[in-house]
């Protein structure tokens, strides 16, 4: 059983910056993918973020390469999610979730995951 725990949400305006973090209740984090995700009202969830067991390969959804950036710290169990030049359709309920199985094709696929969080809200105003 791995508990998540997700922090850092907020409200933020059209072009700040925010960071998430995911902090994970497990002895062995570096045997499990971490991958971010989010669900706008009334929208399925989606996925926005992913990263290797060991950090050395990461994915991102088109609509946030470029701005949001994932990384890990095996050492503290925590995979962080920062976001630049936010948008206002960047406001959802962002969710991480990890993963024992480590196939990049699969890591924009929610049932490619086992555990998740509760999440965490981002509201970005205009």
């Known amino acids: 059983q791995v508990q998540l725990v997700e922090s850092g949400g907020g409200l933020m305006q059209a072009g700040g910056s925010l960071g998430l973090s995911c902090a994970a209740s497990v002895r062995t984090f570096n045997n499990y993918a971490v991958g971010w995700f989010r669900q706008a009202p009334g929208k399925e969830r989606e996925f926005v973020a992913a990263?290797?067991?060991?950090?050395?390969?990461?994915l991102y959804a088109p609509s946030v390469k470029g701005r949001f950036t994932i990384s890990r710290d095996n050492a503290k169990n925590t995979v962080n999610l920062q976001m630049h030049s936010l948008k206002p359709e960047d406001t959802a309920v962002y969710y991480c979730?990890?993963?024992?199985?480590?196939?990049?094709?699969?890591?924009?696929?929610?049932?490619?995951?086992?555990?998740w969080g509760q999440g965490t809200q981002v509201t970005v105003s205009s």
């Open positions: 990263i290797s067991k060991s950090g050395g390969s990461t």
């Open positions: 979730a990890v993963t024992s199985l480590d196939y990049s094709g699969s890591y924009n696929y929610t049932a490619f995951y086992d555990y």
